[in-house]
Structures are given as structure tokens and as C-alpha cells.
């Protein structure tokens, strides 16, 4: 009789290539846009992976980890800036990528506005870079730290509003209350016209 080696609980059989941490956090973000954070427990994952709770535990450590690792994973590269145009059409380009990246996943804003410990770098660089615009354009020195919050109030306002409407009218995901991307960057641009 053939004996067969068993594995430890909750870890992935040597060879079993489907379960990594980009397919749970690929699985969790589903999970969330669907239903927002209450949805994503390790169990509904490992359901919704065919494996145990402890093997998505694994590979995402804990709840709050696997949080972080999620955000950082769908603003990844948000804090990028282009090599190219001008000073204006780079940073609008970062702000137009992370209000796009925000508007398709209204939940994932929800949960990092209601616990900033999950903010990614990516998202600290993107402050980074509008502050360096600042620190490149006319604006007084005493008074860029105050345009800068003007302007990340605005797109965390807007991205705010944007989530809480797609939450309760899901049949339209992305607008904030009638509005769109192409209303934020309008408002963008006409911010960063004052900025010069």
C-alpha cells in the first residue's frame, strides 16, 4: 500500500502554482468591489479559491496586511511621474490615474479613508510630487503647503464622493453624484491655473 505525504495545514501543495499572493489579492479586490469590506474575510476567499482559510493566510499574512498589500497593488505606479510634458500634464496625469484607479474601486477608497494605515507609498510619492511641482512653480514658499492641501482635499473630496455614490447606486460606478473623471480634472485644471 502506497503511502501518501501529508501536508501541513493551511499551506499550498509543493506544485500547486494557482494559489499566490496576486491570486488572493486578485480574489479579495472582487470580493470587495462586490461587497465591500465585510465581504472579504478569509473564508469567502478561500471559497472563492477552492483552498483553507490558512492557506490564504499564508500568503497575505494578516487581514490588515493583506489591506495594505491590496492598496498598494491597485495605485501601483500612481506615484510615478511621467517623464514627459510639462509641468501641469504631469502632475494632472498622476491625479487623473489615481482618480481612475479610486473611481473603479469605490469600496477599497472607503476603507483607506477610514483607516489612513493603509495608505501606500505610492500614494505618500504622489503628495511627494505635487509638493515638488510646488516647490517649482511661483507660488510662495510660506503658502505651498496650503495649496497642496487645497489640492488633495479636492481629490480626496471628489474620490469621497465618488465612492459613497457608486456604494448606494452601483448601477453607476464612477459618479459622483452625476459626475465624472472628465468633471474632477475640469476642476484640476482650473485649481492648478491658479497655482501659476
Same mark, same amino acid.
Given at each position: 500500500m502506497a503511502t501518501t505525504k501529508k501536508r501541513s495545514a493551511g499551506r499550498p501543495a509543493k506544485g500547486d502554482t494557482h494559489l499566490n499572493t496576486d491570486a488572493v489579492l486578485d480574489a479579495a479586490l472582487v470580493l470587495l468591489d462586490g461587497g465591500g469590506d465585510a465581504a472579504v474575510t478569509f473564508r469567502a476567499l478561500a471559497r #472563492?479559491?477552492?483552498?483553507t482559510?490558512?492557506?490564504v493566510s499564508h500568503h497575505v499574512g494578516s487581514r490588515d496586511e493583506m489591506f495594505v498589500a491590496l492598496v498598494a497593488k491597485v495605485y501601483a505606479g500612481v506615484g510615478d511621474v511621467p517623464t514627459s510634458g510639462t509641468a501641469d500634464e504631469r502632475v494632472r496625469s498622476m491625479l487623473e490615474q489615481y482618480m481612475e484607479r479610486a473611481c473603479a474601486h469605490p469600496?477599497?477608497?472607503q476603507c483607506?479613508? #477610514?483607516d489612513p494605515s493603509l495608505m501606500s507609498g505610492e500614494l505618500t510619492r504622489l503628495t511627494d510630487a505635487i509638493r515638488?511641482?510646488?516647490a517649482a512653480s511661483e507660488v510662495p514658499e510660506q503658502h505651498r503647503e496650503t495649496v497642496l492641501g487645497v489640492v488633495v482635499d479636492?481629490?480626496?473630496?471628489?474620490a469621497s464622493s465618488s465612492a459613497a455614490y457608486a456604494v448606494r447606486e452601483p448601477r453607476d460606478p464612477g459618479a459622483a453624484r452625476g459626475q465624472t473623471i472628465d468633471d474632477y480634472l475640469r476642476g484640476l485644471d482650473w485649481l492648478l491655473g491658479r497655482v501659476e
Open positions: #472563492a479559491l477552492g483552498v482559510p490558512m492557506a469600496n477599497l477608497v483607506v479613508f #477610514a515638488e511641482y510646488l479636492y481629490t480626496h473630496g471628489f
